[in-house]
C-alpha cells in the first residue's frame, strides 16, 4: 500500500513501532485508559507507564493473566522516597524560586504533577492524560515545568479531524481563551507544523466572520493582523486570512469572496480567532460532521503531553497516545 494512500494510523503505527516509546498515563483509574494501555502494549506499539495499583489495573482491564510486559505500573503512593526527594529538587529548581519543596512534595501528590515530572526527568517520554481531569488540570503542570520551546511563547491544542479520506487539522480548540494578534499567528505557524506530522501539506486559514474586509470589528482586525505576523514569520507557509469558513473551504464560494487567496477555497488547516469558537467549531464537527476527532495534541511544547477530552472513548486514547509518541521520535 502506498504511504499516502494507506489508513491514517496504520502509518503513524509504522512510524512508532520499534521506538521503544515511553508514555506515561497518570489516569490508571479509569477504564478507558488502562484498556487503551494494555492495548498499545500488546500491540507492541509504545511501552506505557500507567500510575497506580497493579490488582486494580488489571481488575479494570479486565486482565485476568499478567499485564504485557512491556506496560510498566508505577505506584505514586511506593515511589521510594530518595527518588521522590529527587523529583522535588529538580522541580523547585525548574520553577526558580515560584515553588518550595513543601509546595512541590504537595503538588507531586496529583498524579499529572507526578506524571510530567516523570517526563521532565526523561523517566518517559511523553504523557496522555485528561480522560478524567479537565484541561486546565491536566496542562497545568506541562505549561509550569515542561514550558514552551525556543520561538514559542504560547502552548496550543490542535484536533486532527478525519472522515473517510478527509483529513484537517483544526486550531486552537484547546487552551487560549483570548488570544491576541501575536499569539494567534504563532498557533497558525505551529498548526502548519503539526499539519505535516499527519501528511498534510498545509494550507492555513485563519477564521473570521468576515472575508478580507467584509466586515469591520476589532476582532476582525485582530485576524487581519494575524495573519500579517504569521506571513511574516513563516513566509514559506501558505496561511491567509481573515476568512469565513465557506470562503476558506468551498471553491466557488471562495471565487467570489477571496478570487487572490492561494488558501480560499483549499484550506485544510483551521485556525480559529478564540477559544469559544474553536472547541465550538470542533465539537459541532465531531457531532453533527462525523468526523472523528483526535486531540487535543499540544503545540510547540519541549516534549509531548497531550491531553484528552473527557468524552474521549478508549480508541481516542489509544490514538492520542500514538500521536504522543509520534511527537517524542522528533517527527
Ligand atoms: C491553560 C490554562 C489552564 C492556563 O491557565 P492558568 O493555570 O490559570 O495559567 P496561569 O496564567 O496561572 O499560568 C500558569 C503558568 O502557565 C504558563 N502558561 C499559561 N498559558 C500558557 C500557554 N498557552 N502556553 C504556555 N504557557 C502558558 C504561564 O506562563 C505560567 O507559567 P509560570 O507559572 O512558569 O509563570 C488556561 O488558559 C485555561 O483554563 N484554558 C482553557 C482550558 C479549557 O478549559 N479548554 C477547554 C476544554 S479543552
Ligand atoms: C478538549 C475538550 O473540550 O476537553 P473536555 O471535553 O474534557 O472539556
Known amino acids: 500500500m502506498e504511504v499516502d494512500k494507506m489508513e491514517l494510523f496504520e502509518s503513524l503505527i509504522a512510524k512508532v513501532k520499534g521506538t521503544g516509546k515511553k508514555i506515561v498515563f497518570p489516569e490508571g483509574n479509569d477504564e478507558r485508559i488502562v484498556k487503551a494501555a494494555v ?5 507492541g506499539i509504545i511501552e506505557p507507564i500507567v500510575l497506580g495499583k497493579t490488582a486494580a489495573i488489571k481488575q479494570l482491564a ?51 504533577y507526578f506524571g510530567t515530572m516523570l517526563v521532565y526527568l526523561g523517566i518517559a517520554d511523553g504523557l496522555v492524560s485528561g480522560a478524567v481531569h479537565p484541561t486546565g488540570d491536566t496542562v497545568r503542570p506541562a505549561l509550569q515545568i515542561i514550558k514552551t520551546r525556543p520561538g514559542v511563547s504560547r502552548t496550543s491544542g490542535a484536533f486532527i479531524m478525519t472522515k473517510g479520506t478527509e483529513r484537517y487539522l483544526f486550531a486552537d480548540c484547546a487552551i487560549n481563551i483570548e488570544p491576541n494578534a501575536q499569539e494567534l499567528a504563532e498557533i497558525a505557524v505551529s498548526s502548519a507544523a503539526t499539519a505535516r506530522l ?4 498545509p494550507r492555513v486559514a485563519l477564521l473570521s466572520f468576515s472575508t478580507k474586509g467584509s466586515a469591520k470589528a476589532e476582532t476582525v482586525t485582530k485576524v487581519a493582523e494575524a495573519t500579517k505576523i504569521a506571513h511574516a514569520a513563516a513566509p514559506m507557509e501558505k496561511i491567509d ?6 470562503a476558506a473551504f468551498v471553491e466557488t464560494v471562495a471565487r467570489k469572496k477571496a478570487p487572490d487567496s492561494e488558501v480560499a477555497g483549499h484550506a485544510n488547516v483551521f485556525v480559529f480567532p478564540e477559544l469559544q469558537s474553536g472547541n465550538i467549531g470542533y465539537k459541532i464537527a465531531q457531532r453533527f460532521g ?28 489509544y490514538k492520542v497516545a500514538i500521536i504522543t509518541a509520534l511527537q517524542a521520535t522528533g517527527a
Open 39 to 43: 492495548r498499545l502494549a500488546t500491540d
Open 62 to 112: 479486565g486482565v485476568t493473566q499478567e499485564l504485557p510486559a512491556t506496560l510498566k505500573v508505577l505506584d505514586p503512593a511506593t515511589y521510594p522516597t530518595a527518588k521522590f526527594e529527587e523529583m522535588v529538587s529538580a522541580f523547585v529548581e525548574r520553577r526558580k524560586g515560584k515553588n518550595t519543596a513543601e509546595q512541590a512534595r504537595k503538588l507531586l501528590q496529583d498524579v499529572n
Open 198 to 201: 499527519f501528511d498534510i501539506d
Open 241 to 246: 486570512g481573515e476568512l469565513q469558513f465557506d
Open 290 to 317: 462525523g468526523f472523528e476527532a483526535i486531540g487535543p495534541i499540544l503545540q510547540g511544547l519541549n516534549k509531548p503531553i497531550s491531553d484528552l477530552s473527557r468524552g474521549a472513548v478508549e480508541e481516542d486514547v
